[in-house]
């Protein structure tokens, strides 16, 4: 089984929510479907699709407002939350040590952490891409840990731009994260694509070897973009 997870950023409403819900569940999807909403709009139900959040506090509770704790998500409804992903690294100064904090959390509270790493444009053209992303899961994975985690490779330089990895770029990130994975006895955990997904390249990249499905942004907004997506991944 592979992942179709949609991250629907700061966007979306109930109305828009509810049409999606209602496109999917007149589906048959072969793999798992997971749309990631902002929190105002977990809690609905859907045969066909799982709920998660973009993010969580690395606190269990307490003084700390405007945060959501993931024993607040898993009340709403969220079986999934997107941690350390590109944006919150970027504009939040999240690092290695929250996003794994984060992980914890999640883990703790039964929900399925999806765990973001990738190399900054500054990084990729500096040769260093391997080494930060080896270094990016080794720390950002939580210690102890066995299974029910999710990895999503998203190079930092392709998010909200347009532009995608080569194959053979993505093939060598997803095997070093496999090989690191491995290493810290965490084999076969699944190992998403993020950046640039569309209807134009899900081809190429699901038959890419190592990656298990894919972490769709703008995209997963709209039924006529996502729900074919969804077909195409095999």
């Known amino acids: 089984m592979k992942f179709v ?7 979306g409403s109930r109305e828009i929510l509810r049409g999606m819900i209602q496109q999917v569940d ?19 139900k859907s045969k066909n699709i799982a709920f998660g959040a973009q993010d969580v506090s690395s606190h269990e509770r307490g003084a700390y407002t405007g945060e959501v704790s993931a024993t607040m998500l898993n009340e709403a409804g969220a079986k999934y939350v997107i941690v350390g992903h590109s944006e919150r690294r970027m504009y939040h100064d999240e690092t290695n040590d929250i996003v794994r904090e984060k992980a914890t959390r999640a883990l703790e509270s039964g929900i399925t952490p999806i765990i973001c790493v990738g190399e900054t444009m500054d990084e990729r053209r500096a040769g260093k891409t391997m080494d930060v992303i080896t270094a990016m899961v080794r720390e950002s994975v939580p210690a102890n840990v066995r299974d029910d985690i999710i990895i999503a490779y998203e190079p930092r330089w392709a998010i909200g731009v347009g532009v995608t990895p080569t194959p053979d770029e993505v093939m060598h990130a997803h095997g070093v994260i496999a090989d690191t994975l491995s290493y810290m006895g965490l084999g076969g955990t699944p190992i998403l694509y993020g950046g640039g997904v569309n209807v134009e390249n899900i081809d190429d990249i699901v038959a890419v070897e190592n990656v298990g499905g894919v972490l769709v942004g703008g995209a997963s907004l709209k039924p006529e973009e996502f729900i074919p997506i969804i077909q195409s991944v095999k």
Do not use: A, D, H
């Open 5 to 11: 997870i949609g991250n629907w950023k700061m966007n």
């Open 26 to 44: 007149g589906l048959r999807p072969e793999n798992r479907v997971v749309l990631c909403v902002p929190f105002t709009l977990l809690g609905e």
